[in-house]
């Protein structure tokens, strides 16, 4: 995804693309979210190619509250979900760090849910600590972090191991009910 801020497209290619992206459709309904993410893949099916230009600097607005970051969030998960159903024929031919990422970005809170279902289950039957849980979900988190510092040749980017916390609290419950709830925008 081309975030929005972020991006720059030629104006030939945006205006060979303009109707399609400006009657974005989910089910045969309007969409009105995701509108980034839904362009990259238009430009991506149209033949054109992204770049990443780490010193590019933007500005953009970010939630202040919990309640706008979570609207955020929502609106986020079911772009991806429902854009990845687009995108399926073009991971073949992407950059196999953006292929994984891709994948990881709707298989990863599966295999969350999984791991946070499994430890729950354990601690309400036998009563003890799911390490095991615990040390499963610790290294998909580092490995995840760990790929995107080698990629990005940050280390700031193993920071991102302590949204973990959040994303179990918070973010694995919203993007369920992302899930359940496509088709609403």
């Known amino acids: 995804c081309c975030c929005g801020p972020c991006a720059m497209y030629r104006r030939s290619a945006l205006l060979l693309l303009l109707d399609k992206y400006e009657t974005q459709l989910f089910r ?37 509250s919990m309640g706008a970051y979570l609207r955020q969030q929502l609106r986020w998960a079911r772009s991806t979900f429902r854009d990845t159903l687009l995108a399926l024929r073009l991971l073949p031919g992407l950059d196999r760090y953006l292929t994984l990422d891709v994948i990881g970005q709707n298989l990863g809170p599966l295999l969350l ?12 039957l036998t009563a003890t600590v799911p390490w095991s849980t615990i040390l499963m979900i610790a290294s998909m988190t580092m490995v995840r972090c760990g790929v995107a510092a080698f990629r990005a040749r940050e280390l700031r980017f193993l920071g991102f191991s302590l949204h973990t916390l959040l994303n179990v609290a918070l973010l694995l419950p919203l993007k369920a009910y992302a899930l359940c709830t496509l088709s609403n925008s």
Do not use: C, K, W
Not at 28 to 44: A, K, N, Q, V
Not at 117 to 124: E, H, I, P, S, V
């Open 28 to 64: 045969g309904r309007p969409s009105d979210f995701g509108e980034d993410r839904h362009l990259t893949i238009l430009m991506l099916n149209a033949g054109f190619r992204t770049e990443y230009v780490p010193e590019a600097i933007a500005a953009t607005v970010v939630p202040n």
């Open 113 to 124: 849910a999984l791991s946070v279902l499994t430890g729950l289950a354990q601690l309400a």
